[in-house]
């Protein structure tokens, strides 16, 4: 579904489904809904947690430019971690 302006936007699945456990670098993700078990790197559980509010591709780039100050946002590199996120089931589109 699209949103009025033809503008994909992207949610995290609802906080409710899934279970976060940070290990050391690396992050343990259960999403009761599936019954999967995801062990991720950053920037995944960033993404999870800006994703907690539908964004579109560019708030969400604008947003972790500020954030985490970054010098050289790659849209397209965001575009994918996304697209796995939502292969996932961790993140849907809206």
Same mark, same amino acid.
């Given at each position: 579904m699209l949103s009025d302006s033809?503008?994909?936007r992207y949610r995290a699945a609802p906080a409710a489904? *899934?279970?976060i456990e940070p290990l050391d670098a +690396?992050? *343990?993700i259960y999403h009761r809904a599936s019954g999967m078990t995801h062990l991720v790197d950053s920037p995944v559980p960033e993404l999870l947690a +800006? +994703?907690?509010?539908? +964004?579109t591709l560019d708030q969400a780039l604008a947003a972790l430019t500020e954030r985490f100050d970054l010098?050289?946002?790659d849209r397209d590199a965001l575009a994918a971690r996304i697209d796995e996120l939502v292969e996932s089931g961790l993140v849907e589109r809206l």
């Open positions: 033809g503008v994909t489904t *899934l279970r +690396l992050t *343990l +800006l +994703l907690a509010e539908p +964004l010098v050289d946002p």
